[in-house]
């Protein structure tokens, strides 16, 4: 068997100087019916993930809920500490290494007021 006959990526010139791009095979194009190819920035894996985001949320016609271009978060790196310290090593760590950081929320993790705090199932025992 050679290598053209399970390879379906074809290769076409499109002009940039000995720089090949693929092309989809004719075979495959057919037997994929409606495909999109999806123009974002540079940092496709992001909008990719926005898009199936907004995508989970509509039914063709409109939105449970307003999408945005950008979550809260948007391009940035999160770092979560759990404890005083991490968060005392996280911020030392960044003005270290000249990085400009921003806290998103307050310093005090509270359970919403709506969560359970008993749990209904009871407790084993033992045998």
Same mark, same amino acid.
Do not use: C
């Given at each position: ?14 002009? #940039?100087?000995?720089? /090949?791009?693929?092309?989809?095979? *004719?075979?495959? @194009?057919?037997?994929?019916? $409606?495909? !999109? ?33 950008? #979550?809260?978060?948007? /391009?940035?790196?999160?770092?979560? *500490?759990?404890? @005083?310290?991490?968060?005392? $090593?996280? !911020? ?36």
């Amino acid at each position: 068997m050679r290598a053209s006959e399970f390879i379906f990526e074809a290769t076409a010139d499109d002009g #940039s100087h000995g720089k /090949r791009k693929g092309k989809l095979h *004719p075979d495959l @194009k057919s037997a994929m019916g $409606m495909i !999109h190819r999806v123009a974002g920035t540079a940092d496709r894996t992001y909008d990719l993930n926005r898009a199936m985001m907004a995508v989970a949320s509509s039914n063709g016609k409109e939105f449970s809920h307003e999408p945005t271009g950008e #979550s809260w978060v948007a /391009r940035s790196n999160m770092a979560a *500490p759990y404890t @005083k310290e991490e968060h005392d $090593m996280l !911020h030392h760590a960044y003005g270290a290494i000249g990085t400009p950081v921003q806290s998103a929320t307050d310093d005090h993790r509270r359970e919403p007021e709506d969560t359970h705090k008993i749990s209904p199932v009871k407790g084993f025992k033992g045998y």
